[in-house]
């Protein structure tokens, strides 16, 4: 007779890392981006769909229950994808979209930021993705499009606010954002995550990480491996190589290790490489190899 309880059974690949509230729900610290399923420079179909609906499926196997995607992936392309691969839905599943952007026919990303443009994103999110309701949208700031930038984003947080009361959109969350635009946001609505770039090398938003671990609210990094510098990638290769791993998988520990706030979506095209990715939750960095990826 199995006597065994459910504290009893190891937990799967991508919750070997705990989890954290994202809006309603508590997600594992590990989730999966999908926009690296679709064609080159993120733009058109990839050269194997099915080759894509089957890392999709093998991630909701080894746990991960966050995925991230956005209708400009494509367009259309990755929403399309995760619908053909996992509807209906497993419960307690959640999917975070970001709207804002579109794409040129030259594969540009191009603001998309009027109210009308924003409703009809969510709604298009919502057709692609075979959804009654989105269960987090953020908004992705385009007042620089490869990095942050101040401004006011009152006109973009009254339109996806007003998304919310209709009953479209669960949770609100910032993409691409500073600490005073995040302030400004929660003058219109709850925010429940903010997704910036940030990693081992770009820890500019540190105060920011901080302060939202403090108020129980995700900060979802971006890019864990970009903008290394050689010295600091030739560090990353050796500790990683010590412990026995991937610089990503190292990469990617020390998010997990840096706050428990900190959800990840790192993606990929690859069964295989998926995998890997997925064994950084149980990779442990000792406080000697830590400091040895401080910055000089």
């Known amino acids: 007779m199995n006597t065994s309880t459910a504290a009893d059974v190891a937990p799967l690949p991508a919750q070997q890392a705990g989890r954290f509230p994202l ?59 995760i619908r053909q691969a996992l509807h209906p839905y497993r419960d307690g599943l959640t999917i975070v979209t970001k709207v804002g952007a579109r794409r040129g026919d030259d594969a540009s990303w191009l603001p998309a930021q009027s109210p009308a443009e924003l409703v009809q994103q969510v709604h298009d999110n919502l057709r692609h993705l075979g959804l009654d309701v989105l269960d987090v949208v953020n908004l992705r700031s385009m007042l620089a499009v490869h990095g942050a930038a101040e401004g006011s984003l009152a006109p973009q947080l009254a339109a996806l606010a007003q998304l919310q009361q209709q009953g479209l959109v669960r949770h609100i969350g910032l ?45 979802v990094p971006f890019f864990p491996l970009g903008g290394f510098s050689p010295l600091q990638s030739q560090a990353l290769s050796s500790v990683a190589a010590e412990l026995g791993a991937t610089p990503m998988q190292l990469a990617l520990a020390w998010l997990l290790q840096r706050s428990p706030n900190l959800l990840l979506i790192p993606g990929t095209s690859s069964v295989a490489h998926l995998r890997q990715n997925l064994a950084a939750a149980s990779l442990r960095i000792p406080a000697e190899l830590l400091r040895r990826l401080d910055p000089a």
Do not use: K, W
């Not at 770039?197 to 770009?202: E, F, K, S």
């Open 23 to 81: 809006g309603s729900r508590r997600v594992a610290r590990i989730g999966y981006g999908a926009m690296q399923l679709a064609g080159p420079g993120v733009f058109g179909p990839p050269a194997s769909p099915e080759a894509a609906i089957a890392v999709l499926r093998e991630a909701v196997a080894l746990g991960v229950d966050h995925i991230d995607t956005s209708d400009f992936y494509g367009p259309h392309v990755t929403n399309q994808l």
């Open 175 to 219: 993409s691409n954002v500073t600490a005073t635009q995040v302030e400004e946001a929660r003058g219109f609505c709850e925010i429940v995550c903010v997704q910036n770039m940030y990693n081992l090398a770009h820890r500019q938003d540190d105060a920011l990480v901080d302060a939202l671990a403090a108020q129980g609210v995700a900060y």
